[in-house]
């Protein structure tokens, strides 16, 4: 599901903060830089109050976040409704035991860990990122929950890049996003 | 200084925080006794606490920046930025943000790494907060002034969660004499 279909007068402001860089980090990619939005406190806060009006009251026990940018959106969110911030991060940088995840990048593979006892069986549990794109990313983040026990709600993301069905590879999990960018 | 000597000292929500931090022998090498605070985040109260006393400390401060250090920095940076309605900039390693960046280089144990920030993240005379999760020797927090100073803005103060013995030693070489160093934990 897609806040921008629902209307709410705070996300066209948000979309508009959101700026398009062409050819980054390669020829072609139109990267969506979500820095712009994190400079208009209102803004930003619009973001994060459009999420914990959403997830508050869920007996959401966990928010899993996806380094680096997920980071940023994650842990208000978690505080906001009470619930622990657990960092997905890139291999090695998690001290103590880990289990890990391998994903298949465009070209190559990458890896997210977790803390082994960061999540317990029967927890819910909420994913953020900034970006879904191919939906690489947010299935090895799930997987890692799942393996741990935990049940994951929903994935949420700021942006939503449909054409690339990223959607498609939540194992039916739903996703909610605020912006989509085609 | 750290928090207990800036008037917080016997604030019950210190002790809590501490002792929600686990120290890992070590990682992420032999000798390092590496201070996590993943474990602070797992404990919605002390994480609230944190974030709380920070935001008590630097909300009548007319901080405008709420400046993070990649990645533990973005952790504890935008509930800071949120609350005291400033904005939040991502200081990074090279080459993630997009755009038109600056760069400083800053000492590692062996050789040198880089942090950069948006040109336009920050304006001359703009005061700013930087966040990181922990300061030891005080290098990379002090790339982060020389970033933020290039663009003309006025850093107030860092703040970190943790602050280790070593970095009151290497202090005075690094940083700017009025800049201060705020930590919650030794």
Do not use: W
């Not at chain 1, 860089?21 to 400079?39: A, G, R, S």
């Not at chain 1, 380094?67 to 505080?79: D, Q, S, T, V």
């Amino acid at each position: 599901m897609s806040a921008s279909r629902d209307d709410d007068p705070r996300i066209h402001g948000i979309k508009s903060k959101i700026r398009v860089v062409p050819n980054f980090p390669k020829p072609d990619i139109m990267f969506q830089d979500i820095t712009t939005l994190l400079l208009d406190p209102e803004a930003f806060k619009d973001t994060i109050d459009l999420f914990v009006e959403r997830y508050r009251g869920k007996n959401i026990s966990v928010v899993a976040g996806i380094e680096a940018r997920g980071f940023i959106f994650g842990p208000p969110i978690a505080l906001a409704i009470g619930a622990k911030f657990v960092p997905l991060r890139k291999p090695k940088k998690l001290p103590g035991d880990v289990i890990r995840e391998e994903y298949v990048l465009e070209y190559g593979r990458d890896c997210l860990e977790m803390h082994l006892g960061a999540v317990k069986p029967g927890e819910r549990a909420l994913v953020v990122d900034d970006l879904i794109a191919t939906g690489g990313t947010l299935c090895a983040a799930m997987n890692l929950l799942e393996r741990a026990e935990a049940e994951v709600v929903e994935c949420a993301c700021v942006i939503e890049l449909p054409d690339l069905k990223g959607r498609e590879r939540l194992k039916g999990k739903p996703l909610y996003v605020l912006v989509e960018s085609h | 200084m750290f928090a207990k000597e800036s008037g917080l000292q016997g604030d019950p929500r210190l002790k809590a925080i501490s002792e929600a931090i686990r120290v890992v022998p070590h990682f992420p090498k032999q000798g390092i006794m590496f201070q996590d605070i993943t474990t602070l985040l797992l404990d919605h109260k002390a994480f609230k606490d944190a974030v709380d006393i920070f935001v008590d400390r630097y909300r009548d401060m007319d901080i405008s920046v709420v400046a993070g250090v990649e990645a533990r920095g973005f952790i504890f940076g935008p509930s800071i930025a949120l609350a005291i309605g400033a904005k939040f900039v991502p200081l990074r390693k090279p080459k993630k943000l997009p755009g038109e960046v600056i760069c400083e280089a800053y000492e590692l144990e062996y050789g040198t790494d880089c942090l950069e920030m948006h040109v336009e993240a920050a304006q001359p005379g703009e005061r700013v907060l930087i966040i990181d999760d922990l300061v030891a020797t005080g290098g990379t927090l002090s790339a982060a002034i020389r970033l933020l100073e290039r663009v003309g803005a006025e850093v107030v103060e860092c703040a970190c969660v943790i602050g280790l013995p070593e970095f009151k030693v290497m202090l005075f070489k690094f940083m700017v004499e009025d800049t201060l160093q705020l930590s919650l934990s030794s």
